[in-house]
């Protein structure tokens, strides 16, 4: 059974008070990256795995994308995002990411965004996601930075003062579960290195266009100090693949 | 004027006492992943950027490369170096990586081990590389990691035992020079992101086809326990790209 946190009705509600959730992609810090990493979505069919409340694909639609799906394991998070727009080219489906199963070349973008660091076989998703495509098609996904997944507690180290002295890595090349703390306790998340991440891609013949590793904008910065802290170390990496 | 340390007597005195000098590629920690990125050499014209006592050069024409050229701006280095090896089929120039000024396309593949950490401009350095392969012809790199280079200090953090609570990271963002130590003091080192390292490739033409992450063999922990510490976090980033 594939872990489905979104339908716990804490999670659910801590993850509804999150910016992100409330006021959509200009509020996730990383989207701004994200954005450019994101082709002309004009006339394309777009599939979004791990859609969450339809953010990505509300910007899908707004691009002028001929058809959108969204996927997500999660009921609540669905039902939030039937309930914020309504178009007869945008279908959400109930589905965990692994178990998906769409015909062959029937998508030209695929997006997904912070979901693939719960999927536990992360070949057998890129496998999929690479038959899905048309040719040409491209591919683009964040995940949880390795540097920010390789220890489970995923905080900065502090002094006895309560100041962040660094971020710790370690365990790095020890892939796999990492059970860890988000909104709530007990969140499977799973820690891969970076070589992972490019070679599953490259093996099934993807070619890396760009990645990048997010880090706030000046804005951010200066309306929120506490932003700054997040040159110190990547949070997220956002790739950009093409068949 | 680009910094030259490997002349400097005290550094040289140090370097030439490191396994790696003296035993060569096996006794290379990172040697066993870096070997597996290296195409066939057979008949093949092969560059080597900061070749240093020209081990990878004598791999080379081990492997039957027809013209071998090694690089490296220190004289001390190649002196060792000449007198290690005699063939005809070998050059050495001593010249800054920099300074590199080679017809175009006269290459199949290029080999830079541990060098370009040491290069302030890397995109002119890569821009160089695409115009001196011929098509198809093949790039391996290895450079300090960016989870290693990001703190000047590239130390582990110790708890007052004296153990190895973990690596910090810090200024990951804050690209540039970082003034450390390795061997002796003031060695100016640049940190790259990881994103910087690979989109300086893409957006030239060249085609990431795998990038690894240093670790230790099995053999190495068993050997020397301490080898175990390299699982911890990647010291050596090992990129392949294919024009």
């Not at 070349?105 to 890129?126: G, N, P, Q, R, T």
Request: glycine share 4%; proline share 3%.
């Amino acid at each position: 059974m594939k872990q489905n946190k979104y339908d716990d009705d804490d999670f659910f509600r801590l993850y509804k008070e999150m910016p992100r959730s409330q006021f959509g992609l200009e509020a996730a810090g990383e989207w701004h990256i994200l954005k450019q990493l994101i082709p002309s979505l004009e006339n394309k069919h777009v599939l979004d795995l791990g859609c969450g409340f339809g953010w990505h694909c509300q910007y899908a639609l707004e691009q002028g994308a001929s058809q959108v799906i969204g996927v997500d394991i999660s009921q609540k998070m669905l039902e939030q995002a039937q309930s914020l727009v309504k178009d007869k080219r945008l279908t959400y489906k109930q589905q965990s990411i692994e178990e998906i199963d769409f015909p062959n070349e029937c998508f030209d973008v695929i997006i997904s965004s912070l979901a693939i660091h719960y999927v536990k076989d992360l070949k057998a998703l890129v496998q999929k996601a690479m038959k899905m495509l048309t040719d040409g098609g491209v591919f683009v996904v964040s995940v949880e930075h390795p540097i920010f997944t390789a220890l489970p507690n995923q905080d900065w180290y502090y002094n006895e003062d309560g100041e962040k002295l660094h971020w710790p890595v370690d365990r790095y090349q020890d892939e796999g579960v990492r059970e860890t703390s988000f909104l709530t306790n007990n969140v499977i998340k799973y820690h891969r290195t970076l070589s992972t991440y490019i070679n599953t891609l490259t093996a099934v013949g993807f070619v890396i266009k760009e990645i990048q590793e997010s880090k706030p904008t000046l804005e951010a910065m200066e309306h929120d100090k506490e932003m700054k802290d997040e040159m110190r170390r990547p949070m997220f990496l956002l790739i950009k693949a093409i068949k």
